[in-house]
């Protein structure tokens, strides 16, 4: 099972919006509307972020949203904010024995 | 409050084995299915497995990468998942993290733990 598919980095000046996208198969991301989103800041562990392409859990800001479309997730950070700098992974159900997979994971800079 | 604390990372020597534990607290822990994710240094994450609650028979799920090596196991009465780790390979260094699964969702990981590192080196 490869991993999902992410820009290795991404950026935004503060206020601006950003979008990562998590490219899968129609094993995973296309079969499935089990996309999870997660922030990880150095040296911490990761949060949840977004669950079932589009749900924030309590707590997430309504400045990050997910959508899905075909073989490709994505998340989008709106209004950027200095505190959003970390790495981003997307996470998806897969089809095959090894339940889960990762993306390659997408560093975001506010420059 | 929801707490996940992993402990039982340490050096071992290639081939040699390694038990983790994942204490938790602060919720109904026989009731959530568990996972371990790993992530080696300057890495992306890794789903390893995971092992599901008594009223769905204790099932578990590992990854291809440890299929047969890595076995998840929990005690309910001691409120902890564990992770045993067989035939280690200098690969398998990282940090390993638990998270709780989702409650009634397909997803990994609403809380984590801090994570304990694994290093395999002779």
């Known amino acids: 099972q490869s991993a999902l598919t992410q820009p290795a980095s991404v950026s935004g000046s503060p206020g601006q919006s950003i979008t990562i996208s998590c490219t899968g198969t129609?094993?995973?991301?296309?079969?499935?509307?089990?996309v999870s989103w997660y922030q990880q800041h150095p040296g911490k562990a990761p949060k949840l972020m977004i669950l079932e392409v589009s749900n924030r859990p309590s707590g997430v800001p309504d400045r990050f949203s997910g959508s899905k479309s075909g073989n490709t997730a994505s998340l989008t950070i709106s209004g950027l904010q200095a505190e959003d700098e970390a790495d981003y992974y997307c996470s998806s159900y897969t089809s095959s024995s090894s339940l889960y997979v990762f993306g390659t994971g997408t560093k975001v800079t506010v420059l | 409050e929801v707490q996940l604390v992993e402990s039982g990372g340490d050096l071992v020597q290639p081939g040699g084995s390694l038990r983790l534990s994942c204490t938790a607290s602060g919720f109904t822990f026989s009731a959530s299915a568990m996972h371990w994710v790993r992530q080696a240094s300057g890495k992306g994450l890794e789903w390893i497995g995971r092992?599901?609650?008594?009223?769905?028979?204790?099932?578990?799920a590992y990854a291809a990468s440890v299929k047969g090596r890595f076995t998840i196991s929990r005690d309910d009465s001691k409120n902890t998942a564990y992770l045993l780790m067989n035939s280690l390979k200098i690969e398998d260094t990282a940090i390993y993290y638990c998270?709780?699964?989702?409650?009634?969702?397909?997803?990994?990981?609403?809380?984590w733990g801090q994570g304990t590192l694994v290093t395999v080196s002779s």
């Open positions: 129609s094993s995973d991301v296309g079969r499935y509307n089990y």
């Open positions: 092992i599901r609650s008594n009223a769905e028979t204790y099932a578990t």
């Open positions: 998270a709780r699964h989702v409650s009634d969702r397909t997803t990994i990981g609403d809380y």
